[in-house]
């Protein structure tokens, strides 16, 4: 198991940009394909992208395809979510997860969470 600490959330005006952080234990960061999820009051957790090991693969989900960027940084054990135009309904709780898998949307195949961070996006 890898453990996962994510950070750089906070509160940002709409068009605005974050970058949030996740800090992985362990040394096998880079057998992990990541994904980033994300979860409003109220509604179910939704996928919003993820990274295959090496960083050559990313898939997102619609409502952030142009606006989110993921990549991954093996050396360093972290993987990053630059989110640009910014829009109220992207507040939320951001997670990020770990999967043995090459490649998954379905929170159900990953295995390691984060605590989460909160995003707020003011209209």
């Known amino acids: 198991q890898v453990q996962l600490v994510e950070s750089g959330g906070g509160l940002v005006q709409a068009g605005g940009s974050l970058r949030l952080s996740c800090a992985a234990s362990?040394?096998?960061?880079?057998?992990?394909?990541m994904g980033w999820f994300r979860q409003a009051p109220g509604k179910e957790r939704e996928f919003v992208g993820v990274?295959?090991?090496?960083?050559?693969?990313?898939n997102y989900a619609d409502s952030v395809k142009g606006r989110f960027t993921i990549s991954r940084d093996n050396a360093k054990n972290t993987l990053s979510l630059q989110m640009n135009s910014l829009k109220p309904e992207d507040t939320a709780v951001y997670y990020c997860a770990a999967t043995r898998r090459p490649i998954a949307t379905m929170p159900e195949y990953f295995t390691s969470w984060g605590q989460g961070t909160q995003v707020t996006v003011s209209s």
């Open positions: 990274i295959s090991w090496s960083g050559g693969i990313t």
């Open positions: 362990g040394r096998t960061f880079s057998s992990y394909a």
